[in-house]
């Protein structure tokens, strides 16, 4: 069955550096989404993408937040400055299609970002 | 905007019990319900969604069920197993491209 994949599985950064985070959707599939998990807490909405724009963002997804479609296969997050509290598990989806009244999204594995 | 509230956090049945996972959604727009299992060290992944146009739906063991008045929706797994034994969220989406996510619920079940 094909699926999400992310890397790296677990980044560690420095504060104030910037990290790309790497995810592969699923082929055939248009929509594509970043989420949050801070530890222990509730998956959190950052952003969707759609022919090669932003759709719809959360209040988190500030300035210092990026993401982008390189290629045909290929869609990143970008963190310009990292914070502390972007420490998190980031997740990539991505959907076939955008029905009304929404569409059934696939998750890859995340990755680990721990800020020092 | 939509708040997606779960509960119980914890949930702990015995093998071959049923559990069930209740949820209330705030935004009245919302028509989209999908349940997640999130194993640890993976993604979530969906079980099971259900749409505003049906007040019930199910899939060999677990089910799901909408109550639009009251803005609730619930999952139920029936004749529970080890493996069952993960993370639960549950989820709203009025349409857009935003999905809002319950705190989840740890499920464990004792064989």
């Known amino acids: 069955e094909p699926e999400v994949t992310q890397t790296p599985s677990h980044q560690v950064t420095q504060m104030g550096q910037e990290v790309i985070l790497r995810c592969v959707p699923i082929?055939?599939?248009?929509?594509f989404y970043w989420y949050r998990q801070i530890l222990g807490q509730k998956v959190e909405f950052l952003v969707s993408?759609?022919?090669?724009?932003?759709?719809?963002k959360s209040e988190i997804f500030d300035d210092q937040f990026s993401v982008e479609r390189p290629d045909g296969s290929n869609f990143t997050l970008k963190i310009r400055s990292t914070k502390l509290e972007d420490s998190a598990m980031y997740f990539c989806?991505?959907?076939?299609?955008?029905?009304?009244?929404?569409?059934?999204?696939?998750f890859g594995d995340g990755t680990r970002l721990s800020i020092l | 905007g939509e708040n997606v509230e779960q509960h119980p956090s914890t949930l702990s049945v015995q093998e071959g019990d049923s559990a069930v996972i209740k949820c209330t959604y705030s935004?009245?727009?919302?028509?989209?319900f999908p349940w997640y299992k999130q194993e640890l060290g993976k993604g979530p992944q969906l079980i099971i969604d259900?749409?505003?146009?049906?007040g019930e739906k199910k899939d060999q063991r677990i089910a799901v069920t909408l109550n639009k008045t009251a803005k609730h929706f619930s999952l139920h797994i029936t004749e529970t197993q080890p493996e069952d034994s993960a993370v639960y969220f549950c989820?709203?989406?009025?349409?857009?491209?935003?999905?809002?996510f319950g705190a989840g619920t740890r499920l464990f079940v004792k064989a």
């Open positions: 989806a991505s959907s076939e299609g955008h029905l009304i009244g929404g569409q059934p999204q696939h």
């Open positions: 082929s055939n599939h248009l929509y």
């Open positions: 993408f759609y022919n090669n724009e932003i759709s719809e």
């Open positions: 935004d009245s727009a919302s028509n989209y």
């Open positions: 259900i749409r505003s146009n049906v």
């Open positions: 989820a709203g989406n009025t349409g857009g491209f935003k999905t809002i």
